[in-house]
């Protein structure tokens, strides 16, 4: 009976749900839908698909299969059982663990019971993460302290030999390698050292351990079957939540001024598409962030749709050779009006499921040129899943417990061997430091409403979004007006009051406490906004916990008489007042030259430049003018800023949806269906031509022309479903395909067992 024909069997004795959970675990066998056990086992077998299954195996489940194949490989008659696994790893791993790492392993067909005995699927041993028996024998190998040491006494020529091992391979073949080669040679001496170990005369090998250290990966020895022990810090969860809180504050600050700077002068893209080094400074200097901080928020809010790449509306003024820039959407204006939780939720979860590494801006290519902001070379595929692992290995220790990044790449490592390269101590450092930059971390434990927003439920996100609410602190609805005219607001203000504020006075520093400054352009400016001196008095007067100074008072009616006295309109532009003395002294300075200005009228003159000039001017002279409407109104002529339009059919991602359970069941339904069909047309296996129809029949033989050296016809049906005929000469069949010679040719071709339909043995 082959290998396949077992695992059917095997196969077909597990329930119902355990096959659906099979199918959950390994989504490629049920695509599409197998027709029997036999074609469910022969694609369980393929190799492709063993080495995605095994993709996230920890340490224990790899040396389970490191044993077996070990026992496969030296033809042991003895076969193994739970028991004698039980008897043989007594005191280095604990019998709940084995038989937890063997559920998991049975759960994805990669190990499966022939009767009391363990049985590996063959591609398994393929997967490992180490040379085959690493995990099986006891290593006496150096211990990182050891290595260190031996590492600083190399010389550059030694040193090259192992970091070209690391990078390229663990085994390189020399004449260097014999017992009686000159001790003074590079390889006898990184031997002696240790550092290499001897295969043959010609052969050597660098240790899993030196070849971690030198690629500065977290350090795991195969033979280690227990997760490493961790040194966790302690700190109180409110204290974390609130830590959290005050970089949430900071976080949406700071993204709002790098909105507005982008609004005011939009960043041209270099023509790669990314943000070049210049413009991200100057971004950063403007609004006072520093340039790695402003990196990772503008990749953020880029994720977030909130800035985009395009041509903005109105276009820049700026002189470039661009033809796309870096600005705002119309969706930053809905998100700047939204609750602060709801505007950091939006945040944390692009960042979650960000597919790019922004920590990585500013290093180096393979073209020693610095990666920029934005640039396609950031996207890293893997990113958003060892992004989950970190934190969810840091969520799952109690609320307010923080480990360091080398503790938690340790235990990364173990977990998944073979994804340890991406747990590197600098990439889990720096992934900490963003997650922490955007409030998902206080004091390096995570946020309650990190937690939330990790757990995979529908309802993360509100959860999440509450879980922040509740951590902010309260917004204020009053401010302390100071003699100096500055204005303290002692906590995050109201809606309306922020707003009213922003107009009013100029931010003079921000943090947990803002410093306002009152000025005679910031009153003015309020003024333009269309709010009344009476308006900005009542302001004060009831926002105020403190009393309002009587400087304020003279500088709000001061700014407020002369406000308006000048009206600019539309003629291209017009200059109009009441009072025909001052109109005079406006055609009489120098402005009127710079601006053309002629009286029509005692109490108007126009000019051709635009209003907003007009406007500018005047102010810059000297002048308080008020820009008003058709209808004699004061309006609001503040610019806007830019914005990239929306791009009303933009392609979405595309992203598969994996069948859900109950899809899953029907599935194995069917599948159990075609199992029965199948058992009563057995006796109609063979065709009146010849040929074999039941999978099983077709596989047994494909064996017997293999063993017999029979040429055979097969019937075959590609990748795009096409229907064809080959004449091979079967040569192995294994691993979930057929290997077979095309007698034409003369080239080994490999097919997919459960894509061939029919066989025919030729004479």
Request: glycine share 6%; aromatic share 2%.
């Amino acid at each position: 009976m082959s290998t396949t024909d077992s695992l059917a069997g095997w196969l077909a004795s597990r329930s119902d749900a355990q096959l659906v959970a099979l199918l959950q675990a390994r989504p490629d066998l049920a695509v599409p839908l197998p027709s029997s056990m036999t074609v469910l086992a022969a694609r369980a077998e393929q190799r492709a698909s063993v080495l995605r299954a095994t993709e996230d195996l920890d340490t224990l489940e790899f040396a389970i299969i490191d044993l077996l194949a070990c026992r496969a490989q030296s033809g042991d008659p003895e076969p193994l059982t739970r028991r004698a696994l039980h008897a043989q790893w007594k005191g280095r791993a604990t019998k709940t663990a084995m038989d937890a790492a063997l559920e998991r392993l049975t759960g994805r067909a990669l190990v499966w019971f022939d009767g009391d005995a363990l049985r590996l699927v063959p591609a398994a041993a393929e997967a490992l993460p180490w040379p085959l028996g690493a995990a099986v024998e006891l290593s006496d190998a150096l211990t990182e302290p050891e290595i260190e040491a031996a590492l600083a006494e190399l010389g550059a020529p030694e040193r090259a030999l192992l970091d070209k091992l690391a990078t390229t391979g663990p085994r390189g073949r020399t004449r260097d390698a014999a017992p009686d080669a000159p001790t003074d040679r590079p390889v006898p001496r990184l031997i002696a050292l240790r550092l290499l170990d001897r295969i043959d005369d010609e052969t050597v090998e660098l240790p899993v351990t030196v070849a971690q250290m030198l690629r500065r990966e977290p350090v795991t020895a195969p033979n280690v079957l227990t997760p490493p022990r961790t040194t966790p810090a302690k700190h109180a969860p409110a204290e974390v939540a609130a830590v959290a809180a005050g970089e949430v504050g900071e976080l949406l600050r700071h993204c709002a001024d790098i909105l507005a700077a982008l609004s005011r002068s939009p960043a041209p893209a270099l023509r790669a598409g990314g943000l070049g080094v210049r413009e991200l400074r100057r971004i950063a200097k403007q609004t006072g962030i520093e340039e790695n901080r402003a990196a990772l928020l503008v990749e953020v809010l880029a994720a977030a749709k909130l800035i985009e790449k395009g041509l903005p509306e109105p276009p820049p003024d700026a002189d470039s050779d661009s033809a796309d820039y870096w600005a705002p959407t119309p969706a930053s204006d809905a998100w700047l009006d939204g609750p602060p939780a709801r505007r950091w939720t939006v945040l944390a979860m692009v960042w979650l499921d960000l597919d790019r590494m922004p920590w990585m801006i500013g290093m180096r290519d393979s073209n020693d040129k610095p990666l920029a902001a934005l640039s396609a070379e950031l996207r890293v595929p893997h990113a958003p899943r060892d992004r989950r692992a970190i934190l969810g290995a840091l969520a799952e220790q109690p609320s307010g417990t923080a480990l360091d990044p080398a503790d938690l790449g340790r235990v990364l490592a173990w977990r998944q061997p073979r994804r340890r390269r991406q747990f590197r101590r600098e990439a889990v450092a720096n992934t900490l430091d963003e997650a922490a930059a955007l409030g998902l971390l206080g004091r390096g434990a995570v946020a309650p409403a990190a937690r939330a927003l990790l757990h995979e439920a529908v309802t993360s996100a509100a959860d999440a979004e509450a879980e922040m609410d509740t951590a902010l602190p309260e917004p204020v609805d009053h401010v302390l007006v100071q003699a100096d005219l500055t204005v303290i607001a002692p906590g995050p203000l109201v809606g309306e009051l922020a707003q009213r504020m922003s107009l009013v006075a100029d931010i003079e520093s921000a943090g947990a406490a803002t410093v306002y400054r009152i000025g005679e352009s910031s009153v003015r400016r309020a003024l333009d906004a269309g709010l009344t001196a009476a308006e900005l008095h009542s302001l004060f007067a009831t926002r105020s916990r403190t009393p309002v100074p009587q400087a304020l008072t003279y500088l709000i009616d001061d700014v407020a008489r002369r406000h308006g006295q000048l009206r600019a309109g539309m003629a291209q532009s017009f200059v109009r007042s009441d009072d025909p003395a001052l109109l005079a002294q406006v055609l009489a300075a120098p402005v009127a030259g710079l601006l053309a200005l002629r009286a029509v009228a005692p109490t108007v003159a126009i000019s051709q430049a635009p209003l907003g000039e007009v406007l500018e001017q005047l102010r810059g002279a000297g002048f308080a003018p008020a820009g008003e409407d058709s209808s004699g109104g004061i309006v609001d002529l503040r610019p806007r800023g830019a914005r990239i339009p929306t791009r009303p059919h933009a392609r979405q991602a595309y992203r598969p949806m994996p069948p859900n359970t109950e899809q899953l069941a029907l599935l194995v339904a069917e599948l159990r269906a075609g199992e029965r069909a199948a058992g009563a047309r057995s006796g109609q296996a063979v065709r009146s031509d010849g040929t074999r129809t039941s999978t099983a029949a077709t596989l047994a033989l494909l064996q017997l022309a293999a063993r017999a050296r029979r040429p055979v016809n097969i019937g075959y049906v590609d990748a795009q479903g096409m229907a064809l005929q080959r004449v091979v000469e079967p040569l192995k069949v294994g691993n979930g395909q057929l290997d077979a010679l095309d007698p034409v040719t003369g080239v080994v071709r490999h097919f997919t067992l459960h894509r061939i339909a029919s066989v025919a043995l030729l004479e």
